[in-house]
């Protein structure tokens, strides 16, 4: 799935509207744990913990699963030129 700032933005901003004093939280998408948090910039940015360490989510990265089960993003280019997506 190709996630993109939007994305993060909304999922944010629908969270913060249930509980206004989160700084950040954890947000399911197709079964991978994202965190959510907003920078000093005031920023959303977003993170996930992948079999090499955290890795942070930059706009249009796609979402991966991999064949241990494992969640990671991928960049656009590298995605392109190695996976095809599915309908």
Request: hydrophobic share 40%.
């Amino acid at each position: 799935m190709q996630l993109f700032q939007s994305d993060i933005d909304f999922a944010y901003k629908k969270e913060l509207e249930k509980d206004r004093t989160l700084y950040g939280f954890y947000h399911n998408v197709m079964g991978a744990k994202i965190w959510l948090i907003k920078n000093r910039k005031d920023r959303v940015i977003a993170l996930i913990e992948t079999l090499e360490g955290g890795h942070r989510f930059t706009d249009g990265d796609w979402l991966i699963k991999g064949i241990a089960g494992e969640f990671f993003f991928c960049k656009p280019d590298i995605f392109e030129a190695t996976y095809e997506p599915l309908n």
